[in-house]
């Protein structure tokens, strides 16, 4: 019988990745750090923005930092429905023909064009990590949820050099499935 997989669940709510170009359009100050996030170098800041559409606005939306070489809104489809969007189901980055969204800041506002996303799960490890476990960049797992409410839901690898293991699944996913961030569930190849 071979070794259970476990691995540790971190839900993500909606945020917005920037780059510093619309940093300084949406803040007259720094980005600064409320709490690190287990990936390492990243971290949740202070700062927050409202999203906008012609439909509605969802306010008080973290931004992640460190600031990026693109921008990118992350949101549920609890919130695309509020939103009247219909963003793709991506990975971080892959934001072309996805759905165009406004950010609000206090100094500004920006509409950004394929900048909006609904995140693909995902398994966040580090190259040592997944050599242990067998696995490689981009590989399929599913997750094994055993509650009560359990199933399986499938998830790609993301490894990268800063990779800190965990499981990232949004609020929907989450409460679809019981789960909350720390509640452990089995992966498998």
Do not use: W
């Not at 949406?26 to 170098?41: C, H, T, V």
């Not at 934001?95 to 100094?107: F, Q, R, V």
């Not at 499938?154 to 961030?181: M, P, Q, R, W």
Request: charged share 30%; hydrophobic share 35%.
């Amino acid at each position: 019988m071979k070794e259970k997989i476990i691995g540790k669940i971190a839900v993500s709510n909606r945020h917005v990745h920037l780059t510093k170009e619309i940093y300084d359009k949406l803040f007259n100050e720094a980005l600064s750090i409320k709490r690190p996030l287990n990936q390492i170098g990243e971290f949740a800041s202070f700062q927050t923005v409202t999203l906008k559409t012609e439909k509605a606005e969802i306010p008080n939306v973290r931004v992640i930092g460190p600031l990026r070489s693109y921008n990118q809104v992350e949101i549920s489809r609890t919130d695309a429905y509020t939103l009247g969007l219909n963003p793709p189901v991506r990975q971080s980055g892959d934001l072309e023909d996805s759905e165009t969204i406004t950010i609000i800041g206090p100094k500004g506002e920006v509409t950004l064009k394929d900048a909006c996303i609904q995140a693909e799960r995902h398994v966040h490890m580090n190259e040592k990590k997944a050599k242990e476990l067998g696995l490689k960049h981009e590989d399929m797992v599913h997750l094994i949820v055993d509650n009560d409410k359990g199933g399986v839901m499938d998830a790609f690898v993301k490894v990268s050099d800063n990779g800190f293991f965990e499981i990232h699944i949004d609020k929907d996913d989450a409460n679809c499935f019981l789960l909350k961030t720390g509640d452990e569930v089995i992966i498998e190849k």
